[in-house]
């Protein structure tokens, strides 16, 4: 596969599993926006969405969260404690490096920083106490 610089929601659906439609209803309802929005046309209709490689790759990951039955309020809480809690987009922390790196037990998410300290997401204002 050739990396371009912009997908098209069709494109990205076709990458992730996720439909159309969940990625139109995922913008308007400002979980997961796409880098560019639909732009009306003088022929009455509007311009495809268009993607990041960063955010198809963001989008697969959350693809795969909801196969994993994670909800919404769920996935919109883990985008804002990435953002809020630790000021990073979900792309630093799935790959080897990041500032902090993400892990699944059943339906808990769970974060390493560099330094070591594990965060629950859905609390994340206090580190676990590590027992060892």
Do not use: C, H
Request: proline share 5%; hydrophobic share 40%.
């Amino acid at each position: 596969m050739q990396l371009k610089s912009s997908y098209s929601s069709r494109e990205v659906a076709a990458l992730t599993g996720l439909s159309a439609r969940q990625l139109q209803w995922w913008d308007d309802r400002r979980l997961f926006q796409s880098a560019v929005g639909p732009k009306p046309t003088a022929a009455g209709g509007f311009t495809e969405r268009r993607y990041t490689p960063m955010d198809v790759l963001e989008l697969q990951v959350l693809a795969d969260l909801r196969r994993r039955k994670f909800s919404i309020p769920q996935i919109r809480r883990l985008l804002s404690t990435l953002r809020d809690v630790f000021g990073i987009r979900l792309y630093e922390a799935i790959g080897d490096g990041g500032p902090l790196a993400l892990f699944i037990s059943g339906d808990q998410l769970y974060a390493r920083t560099q330094d070591g300290r594990l965060y629950n997401m859905d609390r994340p204002t206090e580190p676990l106490l590590m027992v060892g």
